[in-house]
């Protein structure tokens, strides 16, 4: 059995959507568990809606925007007599308008997930309907029956031990069908409250799944070739890196590649699953292979930008030095507000960290730490990391740019950049 992905890119129209069922025709002769994201920006979408719906704003013309998208999707693939083939999608749509209605706590997190989830819900309910009726043995799954979490909502932690027992089940239907289609980045609460595995976090449903069912490989497929050295939106003369090790895809996910979410590849690592990156545009292009041996890894520069960062250096009011008791103060709001350190350096009096530009958390941070700390940020900056390095390659990327901090290891350099 393989596990695919397919992100919200290769499901963002009509003709996405039937591309995603021409790759599956493809593989008629295998056992396939699909994980898909929410289609196209729709994600984005449902944020502005919780937003609207949280803040007690008018909610219903994002709603109406929500509702249309999908509706006329399916009017492409089914034409207007969407009535039988869609009975899934428009039930989702209703629980969605009911939960709306529901009064609102003021749980922001908690509030967002039982939302935002909609967005892979109503994806995979109109994929699945169109594989059907393109004759493949699809079925569709609840996703939440399956990953079982805590309650970290927008960051949740997966409960293995829970997680594996349900998704036995899968097996069996395996037996009946060929296709599994289910949803990336969300999970449910031992109380049944649905919950998001942090942004992005398709893939790392597809690596969980993976790791669960002993799968034979993963592929994510994409809308690049295969893992590139840099991004192909910003750079133009990319490589690819046909193939590289797990060890070198964990420290380039975590700098911030985006092509793989970085929590994806560890469950795959732990089981030797090999993780395939391929086109969804060239599906018969080689792509890039990630797996155990190292012998391959390709030393090139491999560059990442994370944009719209905010630098933010703490100094306590009473001029101790930061030391332990202070940092773990800091570490202990950061974490309780599910805040992500990109980069961070302590001197004797100030701890500096490069952070996401996330308002409504910073906010919430500042405000905090302000109680004992003295509190400066820069914000519009650009955090750039380079693997394996050359002067060349730094004098290249940092040229017009002021540097604000620098950290630099044998193979690793990282940078916060300030455009003059
Ligand atoms: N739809 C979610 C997001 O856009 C999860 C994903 O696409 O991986 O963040
Ligand atoms: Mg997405």
């Keep these: 059995m393989k596990i695919f992905k ?62 249309n998208y999908h509706l006329q ?22 629980l969605l308008e009911e939960k709306l209605m529901t009064p609102c706590s003021n749980e922001y997190d908690l509030e967002y997930d039982q939302i935002v989830c909609y967005g892979e819900l109503l994806s995979t309910a109109l994929v699945n309907a169109y594989l059907m009726e393109q004759g493949l043995a699809s079925a569709w799954l609840d996703a939440r029956q399956i990953i079982k979490t805590d309650n970290r909502y927008r960051d949740a932690r997966v409960d293995w031990n829970r997680s594996q027992m349900s998704a036995e089940s899968i ?67 990319t490589v690819k890196l046909d193939k590289i090790s797990f060890h070198e895809a964990i420290e380039l996910a975590y700098f911030g590649a985006s092509v793989i979410h970085p929590k994806t590849i560890k469950p795959l690592q732990n089981k030797g699953i090999p993780l395939f990156i391929k086109s969804f545009v060239n599906p018969d292009a080689e792509g890039s292979v990630i797996q155990e041996s190292v012998e391959h890894d390709n030393l090139i520069p491999s560059y990442i930008f994370k944009g719209n960062q905010v630098l933010v250096s703490v100094t306590p009011k009473d001029f101790s030095f930061v030391v332990e008791d202070n940092l773990r103060d800091i570490f202990d ?13 302590n001197s004797a009096i100030s701890f500096s960290m490069c952070l996401d530009k996330d308002d409504y958390k910073l906010e919430k941070l500042f405000a905090q730490l302000r109680a004992n700390y003295t509190v400066k940020y820069n914000e519009n900056l650009t955090l750039m990391t380079i693997r394996h390095y050359d002067d060349k390659t730094v004098q290249m990327l940092t040229s017009g740019k002021e540097i604000l901090l620098e950290q630099k290891s044998r193979h690793t350099i990282r940078m916060v950049l300030r455009d003059k």
């Design 6 to 67: 397919f992100g919200g890119a290769s499901v963002r129209n009509a003709e996405a959507v039937k591309n995603v069922a021409s790759i599956l025709h493809r593989y008629k002769n295998e056992k396939l568990v699909v994980v898909i994201s929410a289609m196209g920006k729709m994600t984005n979408a449902l944020e502005d809606l919780h937003n609207a719906r949280f803040h007690k704003k008018d909610y219903k013309p994002t709603l109406l925007e929500i509702k």
């Design 73 to 94: 999707i399916a009017e492409e693939l089914f034409g207007v007599n969407t009535e039988n083939n869609l009975t899934a999608l428009y039930d989702l749509m209703e």
């Design 171 to 237: 097996t069996s239907l395996l037996a009946k069908k060929d296709i599994i289609i289910l949803q990336g980045f969300i999970g449910s609460t031992p109380s049944g409250m649905s919950t998001t595995l942090g942004r992005e976090g398709s893939d790392f449903t597809a690596a969980i799944m993976a790791y669960m069912l002993n799968a034979e490989s993963v592929t994510i497929w994409k809308d690049v070739p295969g893992m590139l050295n840099a991004d192909p939106k910003w750079f133009k003369d």
């Design 333 to 345: 709001t950061l974490s309780s507000l599910g805040i992500r350190i990109n980069l961070m350096e």
